[in-house]
């Protein structure tokens, strides 16, 4: 790994989103300025339901990846600003169907679509954004774009699935796990990745380079999301807290717990998951703190952001390159 | 409306899906092995949740509809069953998404997803035959298709939004019920037809015929559909009786007897609507028996069968025509 992208210059990486701002914060105004002329619609209640959503819009980490990668190969060219919107759009539309799967009542501190008005139209409107999503896309001169998102989204529909069926199975293995949220959430970065490559006219080596970099990258969100579901509280991250155990999903915390602990501690984790109450819950945490599973996951968490930061190493150095690099560090440093 | 479209060759109409079986049998089962062949997946999940689903696919009307437009207009290509089985996805997604709406429990006899399985798994599996259709619709060569069907898909996406916002508002008109259904229903119809004449050659002046008897088609088919609803019992069409009167929602039959009833009749009947209970459901029956709505209904249906057919007034005969304006003749069949 070369010293600009993880040496001392990431001291300063807590002003990371004012200076990602400040390279391609115009880039990103004209994303929203795509992405909302695209949403438009005569129906108020689109409109209504739109403005809503957009509220617990997050960091738009997916436009940035894709924006930053082309920086990093070349030139932010207007196909993709339009692929930016296209991605923003998919990761919304998973979002707010995924809110009437785990009956959220809120998200980022706003009430999620199904509570604030009714799962119908929650269903209907994550279909409005996918739809929209792939119009968009498919208003680019080829069909490199809509085949390479097609596939992508096919791969998170799966791992979304296979997630729903492993739930309540409390021997879930990591490699499992792994497998899952690779569908689920890093699919989708290493496509932001790959398209921003690949359209700012990067060699296979480089569109490689930067696909693996997406994907070591979400892989490691993805482990410190599930981190914070655990640790977090509602004030803090925005969710409600351990909503994982509360629709049994099992994540790598607890697969770890499981996979060493001796019997019979075992059988009463087990048991314990299973009971997915508040006192479960607080006698898990209790084992948790006395076993090596949170720092075994904040280790693997920052196992796969240093494989990410290694995937640049044959990338050019530039402004796009190291603030990818601090992206990665960013990914892990939410959990400490 | 040449003599041939609607004479006395369809005292032969009950035959029709023979026929049709017959004149493109080979072809709707090449749709069927693409169909399979894109939703495949390692996922015993997934596969059984399809294998499920199979079992209320319909008559596929709608990889019909495209085939004989495209008989109609030329010959029928590779491209036309790649674009039969996306149509036919496109269709499976939203009834999927559609059983998690209404909380149906049956389709055509057999348990619904949601029914069977839970909710999560119907939102997660419509939005894997919608991914699976776009990207199946980019394996074309030009983005076309893509366009053409993203464009439709953000249609039908804002028909169903309209339908969930107009719930529970009893003085529906019959022109926002026309848009409702032109969304939700006849545009699907619609990009079938004009898709089979497009990638079978047709000139502008064809595709545009072809487009609009699609359009027509499917609101007679929503029309006929929606008064089976209430005529229907659950026996006849495998669908829960009255199921959109214990949604709130309005259709053509009793915005006409709302409409055309004086007061008191009217307020009483606008309360008997807001009841969606059992007795109020058979009071607004004695209502209807004693109204002209049926009759008005069928009518209506009527007319947009017959304007399907008058758009292929100027297709020249063929059997893919024929049985176009047989569909439409069925199309209000059912309902007597």
Redesign the interface.
Known sequence: MSKDVTGPDLTGQQDLPARVEEFIGQELRDVDEIYFAELA?A?P??TD?LGHVTRFRGKRLRPMLLLLSASATGRIHHSHKTLAAVVEMIHS?TLV?DD??DEAETRRHVATVNARW????S??????L???A??????????YA??T???A??I???G???Q??ERGNFDLGEEKYLQIINGKTAELCAVCCLLGAHYAGGDAQTVESLESYGRNLGIAFQIADDLLDILGSESETGKSLGSDFAKQKLTLPLIRLVEHADEPDAARIRELLSGADAKSWSQLLAFLETSDAVEYTRAKAQHYASSACQCLAGIPNSPGKRMLSEIAEFATRRTF
């Not at 269903?123 to 409005?128: E, H, I, K, P, T």
């Not at 119009?135 to 069909?143: P, Y």
């Open positions: 619609s129906n209640y689109v339901v539309a169907h009437v799967l009714n799962n119908e139209t269903v209907l409107f994550g279909d409005y996918f739809t929209h792939f119009h968009l896309a498919s208003t680019l001169e080829t069909t809509c085949r998102i097609g596939r989204t096919n998170i529909c799966e979304e699935l296979s729903i069926r």
